[in-house]
């Protein structure tokens, strides 16, 4: 073999792994655009059903009343939280914060192929810290909302991403 034949061999080769190399990053970076992406959305889905929630009364209670309610244990009990009849079987059927509670949810995300799975949990929580949920009917509730990409499956070696965000709702009475 000529040196001219070695040095075209060895070229090809250097450009060989310089495209790999580049290819790698290129899918690499893809991948992690997707995933962004993917977090866009749910952000948008779950604020969107947070915001929904606080635009409901706090407590089937005060849904209909005008009269304030001076004790917590006048409230739904710890037990019953969640949807009041079978006929509140979707979220515009909800009439107050607590409906949700049990509540899950599969979304198409709109021009995407792409679906997403929200579920939620309403507890009541101590007034003086909302970290703590109170085993009793207090004046505040917290909602837990978890979403995460159910559609299309993950491949081998993914790790789903899960947004976890949380609101609080507290009841107060101004005459």
Not at 32 to 43: H, K, R
Request: charged fraction near 20%; glycine fraction near 6%; aromatic fraction near 10%.
């Amino acid at each position: 073999m000529s040196n001219h034949t070695i040095l075209t061999i060895g070229a090809f080769l250097i450009l060989t792994t310089v495209l790999l190399s580049l290819y790698r990053l290129l899918g690499t970076a893809g991948d992690d655009v997707g995933n962004a992406q993917d977090m866009i959305l749910a952000t948008t889905l779950t604020t969107s059903y947070l915001e929904l929630a606080q635009g409901l009364a706090f407590d089937e209670r005060t849904d209909t009343s005008h009269v304030a309610v001076a004790s917590a244990s006048t409230l739904t009990p710890v037990s019953w939280l969640g949807r009041d009849t079978s006929a509140e079987n979707s979220i515009p059927a909800f009439n107050d914060f607590d409906d949700f509670n049990g509540f899950s949810i599969e979304r198409a995300a709109t021009g995407s192929n792409k679906r997403f799975t929200t579920t939620f949990r309403v507890w009541y929580v101590d007034m003086n810290n909302v970290e703590h949920i109170s085993a009793v009917p207090t004046f505040i509730k917290r909602m837990d909302v978890r979403t995460w990409r159910s559609f299309p499956l993950m491949t081998e070696g993914e790790t789903p991403d899960t947004l976890r965000m949380s609101v609080c709702m507290g009841y107060f009475h101004y005459d």
